[in-house]
């Protein structure tokens, strides 16, 4: 059939506007499932010493050791997201033993993958340095969602000095756990 250009232009918006009414649906699913999931886009990457004041402000909230972080920093990873450090973790190899330390999330930020993301690529690190891994924790469920095993307490000054010299092991809220690498 013959149309005429004005007859040929309202065809075609026309389709354009079906076209849009049947992304409709796709589009709102969309949206949704990326409002409601609590998965965020993070990079995580190498820490250097300007993350240091950012490290020490995350692990100061839940009143970590910051003391370590300076000399440590090469061990260190970040999450990073729209430019914030938003997340970090350690693994520390400095006693014999290779241990996660310092793993925390800002409170905002908490419960959307971040730590796992941390761990992972920590786990990546360790792998052919050690067959198992050490933690000393509060955050035991975390740690057992991540396959670590928790270990008897009387491990503790058994397997870290400090522990061993501490005048506050016998009331340390610090569960120790072990996760087998092989
Ligand atoms: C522990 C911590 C780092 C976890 O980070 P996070 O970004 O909240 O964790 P994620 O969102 O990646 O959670 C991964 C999984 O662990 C679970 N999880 C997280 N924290 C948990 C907890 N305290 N207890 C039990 N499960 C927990 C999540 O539900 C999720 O499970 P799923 O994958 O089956 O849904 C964070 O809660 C934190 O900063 N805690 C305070 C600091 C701290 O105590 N650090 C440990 C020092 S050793």
């Known amino acids: 059939m013959n149309l005429l250009p004005n007859q040929k232009a309202a065809q075609k918006s026309e389709c354009i506007c079906q076209g849009a009414v049947n992304c409709r649906p796709l589009s709102l699913f969309l949206i949704i499932v990326i ?34 972080v300076d000399d440590n920093i090469d061990w260190f990873v970040v999450a990073e997201t729209m430019g914030r450090i938003v997340g970090c973790a350690c693994l520390d190899s400095s006693i014999g033993l290779i241990e996660l330390r310092s793993i925390a999330v800002l409170p905002g930020w908490k419960n959307k993958g971040i730590g796992r993301r941390l761990f992972e690529t920590i786990m990546q690190r360790a792998k052919g340095m050690t067959d198992r891994i050490y933690v000393r924790t509060t955050a035991r469920g975390f740690f057992g969602k991540m396959g670590f095993e928790a270990l008897d307490n009387s491990q503790k000054p058994v397997l870290w000095q400090e522990c061993a010299d501490c005048d506050k092991l016998d009331v340390c809220m610090q569960v120790p756990m072990v996760l087998e690498l092989r």
């Open 35 to 68: 409002s409601y999931s609590r998965y965020v886009n993070v990079n995580i990457r190498t820490a250097s010493s300007v993350d240091i004041p950012d490290i020490k402000n995350i692990l100061s909230q839940y009143i970590l050791e910051t003391e370590l």
